[in-house]
């Protein structure tokens, strides 16, 4: 049987019913017996899944069958490998909502995406607005072009709680912006943006292009480049979609794309992140004076690509398309507020936020140090600085394969350890 069905007739099991931790347990458990047998062996509890996620028992095959492909059919393989393209790109229209795959670039990272829309701006020298909490790739990349002078970026700051609000990202924006930069779901508080749609407009009424940065939404909320009506949209498989590194991408609104297959859209934007994947004849071989490019979201491809990453993103993309980010939102939120109470009544306060990503933060002083602890305690987690206040975010986030036991064990373990401090809301 293959990977997508193993998973289909599992999720089917479940039947349509809200997620329930015995369900889970019975049917979707074992998808991913590699992962839960290191728990029995190692006694460790992983909250870290906001950071690298677990992946399912059939990614090793899945990989394996693109290297048997290889083996197999050598040169053959390529239309094997890009038709699981096309089905990686297929995968994640359903997660964000966007009517055509070919709006899909995979990329090998999101900093990828950035830079491949930055490069496809049309000034020299664009004007962007960007937040100060945008994660350290985005951030470092606006920076490495704000240096060498190939774009000025203007930051916007967080109040004096670390939080991001709405009206200050619109006050920034100016009829000399070019594109705005702005997370979904700020990674080192889990504070998802209010009134992002606000944004959006925003930027479109100041004639801006906008990017929004939605890895920390992947998998765990629902998004819909279309309705959202943001230009583009990055991130990647790595942590809530169990893809491993190196599966990541970026979506272009089909409205830039040429609306009919076939015909080239030669007024479009277009990159200089780009290669002979772009071409309008790829394995034509056919030299032109000016780059002629093939139509739709086809000519934002680059040169020869890695291909597997699709396979290595099946599984865990599979599972969440069978599941559906709906039910599993809504699973999510129920299980960190059971989490946020054990911790309240062991006297640890979590972060409150009107609105947040799959992960809970616990503010403290000492950040690494917590964290090391943690660890040799058992509970796996990690932490952030928050790039406004410097205030250290430790955070926690139960999957699917948590369960209540192991959550209330991971309260135990580590209420020895944690002193929260208190921030400003
Ligand atoms: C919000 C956000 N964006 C992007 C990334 C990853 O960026 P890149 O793929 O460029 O390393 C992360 C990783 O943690 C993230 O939290």
Redesign the pocket.
């Known amino acids: 049987m293959s990977t997508v069905e193993t998973i289909t007739k599992a999720v089917a099991r479940l039947g349509n019913e809200p997620l329930s931790e015995a369900g889970l347990i019975e049917h979707i458990h074992p998808l991913f017996s590699r992962v839960l047998a290191r728990n029995q062996r190692t006694d460790e509890i992983y909250l870290a899944n906001h ?1 690298l996620g677990r992946p399912l028992d059939a990614l090793g095959d899945d990989v394996q069958e693109c290297l048997d492909a290889w083996y197999t059919d050598i040169d053959g393989a390529w239309e094997v490998w890009i038709a699981e393209r096309e089905a990686y790109r297929g995968r994640i229209t359903l997660l964000i909502g966007c009517s055509r795959a070919d709006a899909i670039i995979p990329k090998s ?4 995406g950035l830079r491949a829309v930055l490069n496809a701006l049309p000034t020299a020298k664009p004007s962007i607005v960007a937040t100060t909490g945008e ?1 350290d ?2 951030d470092f990349i606006l920076k490495a072009y704000h240096h060498k002078q190939r774009a000025c970026v203007s930051w916007v700051g967080a109040g004096p709680s670390g939080l991001f609000n709405a009206d200050a990202i619109i006050a920034t924006i100016s009829h000399e912006t070019d594109l705005v930069v702005v ?1 979904m779901i700020f ?1 080192a508080t889990g504070q998802m943006l209010g009134e992002l749609d606000r944004v959006i407009r925003a930027a479109h009424e100041h004639g801006a292009l906008i990017m929004i ?1 939605a ?2 939404a992947f998998g765990t909320n629902p998004i819909s480049i279309e309705q959202l009506g943001c230009d583009f949209l990055i991130a ?1 498989n790595y ?1 809530y979609t169990r893809g491993g590194p190196g599966a ?1 991408f970026l979506a272009i609104h089909p409205m830039h794309l040429s609306p009919t297959p076939g015909v080239p859209a030669r007024d479009a934007l277009f990159t200089t992140d780009t290669g002979w994947f772009a071409k309008e004849d790829t394995f034509g071989y056919h030299r032109t004076q000016s780059p002629a490019l093939t139509d739709g979201g086809n000519a934002w491809l680059e040169a020869t690509p890695p291909v597997i990453t699709y396979y290595q993103a099946r599984s865990g993309l599979a599972l969440i398309n069978a599941i559906g980010v709906d039910r599993l939102c809504a699973y999510s939120m129920k299980q960190l507020s059971s989490f946020e109470q054990m911790l309240g009544n062991a006297g640890i306060n979590t972060r409150p936020l009107d609105h947040h990503g799959a992960f809970t933060t616990i503010a403290v002083n000492d950040g690494a140090g917590c964290i090391e602890k943690l660890k040799a305690a058992g509970v796996n987690a990690d932490g952030r600085p928050c790039p406004t206040t410097g205030v250290f975010h430790i955070r926690f986030c139960p999957d699917l394969l948590s369960t209540e036991n192991e959550l209330a064990q991971a309260v135990e373990r580590l209420s020895p350890i944690i002193r929260p401090i208190a921030v400003q809301h």
């Open positions: 950071s990272s999101a900093g990828q994660f790739s985005i997370s990674f940065d890895y920390h990647g942590k990541c």
